[in-house]
Structure formats: C-alpha cells, structure tokens
C-alpha cells in the first residue's frame, strides 16, 4: 500500500490500527511505504530507505543497518523511449 492514510489527519493512527488488527488476524502481511511516523511505530518492522542521489540506504529501524548502501544501476544510453 501507498501512503495508505495519506489523507486522515488525526485518524492516522486508527486507521493504522485497524490495518495491523485485519493482518494479524486474517494471517497476512501488509507493506505499505509511508512517511506518517504513526503507522510506522504500529508497525512490526519498519525500513528506512535514503537516497543521495547515487545510492541508497537501507536501515532497518530500532536495529542496525541490514544493509548499508544500494548502488544505482546505470542508465543504458542505447535505449530509447
């Protein structure tokens, strides 16, 4: 899911709530990127992914770095769009 409770305002954390409760009880697992720190505290992971531009970081939160920079791949200049 993508930015799930994107428009909820003070509802975040609810909503966040009822979407944990349906995953465990139906026995299935959601992944939703967000920027809301209240779904990710809900959360029972959470990654933190960064950008600079030529790399990436991935940081598991409340844990250590699982791994620590993501080369972007090249651009193939023979292709067009």
Same mark, same amino acid.
């Not at 990127?33 to 505290?41: G, I, P, W, Y």
């Given at each position: 899911?993508?930015?799930?409770m994107?428009?909820m305002g003070? $509802? @975040?954390?609810?909503?966040g709530q009822? #979407?944990?409760? /349906?995953?465990? *009880?139906?026995?299935?697992?959601? $992944? @939703?990127?967000?920027h809301?720190?209240? #779904?990710?505290? /809900?959360a029972? *992971?959470?990654w933190?992914?960064r950008?600079?531009?030529?790399s990436?970081?991935v940081?598991?939160?409340?844990?250590?770095?699982i791994q620590?920079?993501?080369p972007?791949k090249e651009k193939?200049?023979?292709?067009?769009l």
């Amino acid at each position: 899911m993508d930015e799930p409770m994107k428009n909820m305002g003070d $509802l @975040i954390f609810l909503g966040g709530q009822m #979407l944990r409760e /349906i995953s465990h *009880r139906l026995g299935f697992q959601l $992944l @939703i990127v967000t920027h809301e720190k209240e #779904l990710v505290n /809900i959360a029972d *992971r959470a990654w933190e992914v960064r950008h600079n531009g030529e790399s990436s970081e991935v940081k598991l939160l409340g844990g250590e770095d699982i791994q620590k920079t993501i080369p972007i791949k090249e651009k193939r200049k023979d292709i067009k769009l």
